[in-house]
Structure formats: C-alpha cells, structure tokens
C-alpha cells in the first residue's frame, strides 16, 4: 500500500518539476524579450518590459518551489555525508533516521508558518507594491503547500530507510 502512494506521489512531484521546467522556460523568454527590446530600439515597440525582473525573480521562486519535492526525493539535495561514510553501518542508520525526523519536523513547521503567513497576508489585504501590484499572499501561498509536499516525501524516505539495508543510503555518497 505505502509503495503504490510512493509511487503515485513520485509522479505527481516529477510532473511538479516537469512543471518548474516550463516556468524556467518561461522566465527566459520574458528574460530574453526584455534584453531584445532594451538594445534593438524598435519604432514602435516599448524599451523593454518594465516588469521583466520582478516576474524573474517571482518565477525563480516558483521553479525552487516546484523542483525541491522531486529533488528531496532522487537525492539531489545538499547532503554532506562524510561523517555517514565513516561511521559503522548501524549507527550511519540511525543517523539517517535523525536527519530525516528533523527535516520533517522542519517542514511540517515550515508548512505551519507559511500557512501563518499567507492567511495574516490575505486578512490584512496586504499588497506588494513593485512594479507590479499584486496581492502579497499570492507569493506566499506556495509555500506551506510546497512544505507539506517536501514532508510528505520525507515520510515515503522514512518507509524506503525502514526497508532498506541499515546503513547510510547510497542516493548520495562522498567523491572520496
């Protein structure tokens, strides 16, 4: 039952990064447009697009977003595993058991506060005033959403661990 909804959550998290693909794509044809615009000087045609950067900068936000639950679950994360590989097996295990308990609890609390945030935002009919005037939720309102993606997975990590081998995994080692 737990290796079915992995494997479902698996692909919903890879169409997630599929997705954050297509922001990327995006963001660099606006990017690219922007640049076009400010050096060709066009008869006719505006001298760039005013909102070029602070929907960049949005999108970026957005690609981190959408890929970190894929990356989380291939292993691509940031991990410093020397300590792991140096250690006996069992106690390598453990650790992995430890990590992955403190970033569950770091995103089930990332997950609370941004929810937080967002519904304080929202209430307060907050605006972000740039170029753009956008509500301030709207770039607040992925967060806890993608927080609780992130724990999700680190609940299916937890099971994968529990079936694995006890030792430190293998989905990133040391280049030594």
Same mark, same amino acid.
């Given at each position: 039952?737990?290796?079915?909804?992995?494997?479902?959550?698996?692909?919903?998290?890879?169409?997630?990064?599929?997705?954050?693909?297509?922001?990327?794509?995006?963001?660099?044809?606006?990017?690219?447009?922007?640049?076009?615009?400010?050096?060709?000087?066009?008869?006719?045609?505006?001298?760039?697009?005013?909102?070029?950067?602070?929907?960049?900068?949005?999108?970026?936000? %957005?690609?981190? +977003?959408? @890929?970190?639950?894929? /990356? !989380?679950?291939?292993?691509?994360?940031? =991990?410093?595993?020397? *300590?792991? $590989?140096?250690?006996?097996?069992?106690?390598?295990?453990?650790?992995?058991?430890?990590?992955?308990?403190?970033?569950?609890?770091?995103?089930?609390?990332?997950?609370?506060?941004?929810?937080?945030?967002?519904?304080?935002?929202?209430?307060?009919?907050?605006?972000?005033?740039?170029?753009?005037?956008?509500?301030?939720?709207?770039? %607040?309102?992925? +967060?806890? @959403?993608?927080?609780? /993606? !992130?724990?999700?997975?680190?609940?299916? =990590?937890?099971?994968? *661990?529990? $079936?694995?081998?006890?030792?430190?995994?293998?989905?990133?080692?040391?280049?030594?």
């Amino acid at each position: 039952m737990m290796d079915k909804l992995s494997e479902t959550f698996g692909r919903f998290i890879s169409a997630l990064a599929l997705f954050g693909c297509l922001l990327l794509l995006v963001m660099m044809l606006i990017i690219v447009t922007d640049v076009g615009l400010r050096n060709l000087a066009l008869s006719g045609w505006p001298q760039g697009i005013d909102w070029s950067n602070e929907v960049s900068e949005f999108l970026l936000y %957005l690609i981190t +977003l959408s @890929v970190a639950p894929w /990356l !989380l679950r291939q292993g691509q994360h940031i =991990r410093v595993d020397i *300590l792991l $590989q140096a250690i006996p097996k069992k106690m390598a295990w453990g650790l992995e058991w430890l990590g992955d308990a403190l970033g569950l609890a770091c995103c089930l609390a990332m997950s609370a506060y941004g929810a937080q945030a967002t519904w304080a935002s929202y209430s307060a009919n907050a605006l972000s005033i740039k170029t753009l005037v956008t509500p301030e939720w709207w770039s %607040l309102a992925p +967060l806890p @959403v993608v927080f609780i /993606l !992130l724990s999700i997975e680190m609940v299916f =990590r937890m099971h994968r *661990l529990w $079936q694995a081998e006890r030792g430190p995994r293998s989905d990133a080692v040391s280049a030594a």
